[in-house]
């Protein structure tokens, strides 16, 4: 699976972003997807999470603000970013969550830039 990240930029603390994440590969679907961010001199960490079902978890830290969704049929994973603090900047990845916790490959993530 090939997944590639996109829609970040540079906003204002308060501002929002959508961003998108596009998946090659015919498992997307019954795949369990998450978001994950890493931001300079810290571990990549969970953000979001979406099941096949569509179950969703926030991290304490962006729940309320944030909220995953997914549309099968376009094989794209969505995080809309709202209400976005300094302390969102990062790179966001995604990636399917059983990859991603056998160590697996990531793909190209996108850059957020929160300015205060």
């Known amino acids: 699976v090939q997944l590639q990240a996109s829609g970040g930029g540079l906003v204002q603390a308060g501002g929002s972003l959508r961003l998108s994440c596009a998946a090659s590969?015919?498992?997307?679907?019954?795949?369990?997807m998450g978001w994950y961010r890493q931001a300079p001199g810290k571990q990549r960490e969970l953000v979001a999470t979406?099941?096949?079902?569509?179950?969703?978890t926030y991290a304490d830290s962006v729940k309320g603000r944030f909220t995953i969704s997914r549309d099968n049929a376009k094989k794209t994973v969505y995080l809309q970013m709202n209400s976005l603090k300094p302390e969102d900047t990062a790179v966001y990845y995604c990636?399917?969550?059983?990859?991603?916790?056998?160590?697996?490959?990531w793909g190209q993530g996108t850059l957020v830039t929160v300015s205060s």
């Open positions: 990636n399917d969550l059983v990859v991603a916790a056998r160590g697996g490959s």
């Open positions: 979406i099941t096949r079902s569509l179950f969703t």
């Open positions: 590969g015919s498992f997307f679907s019954n795949s369990a």
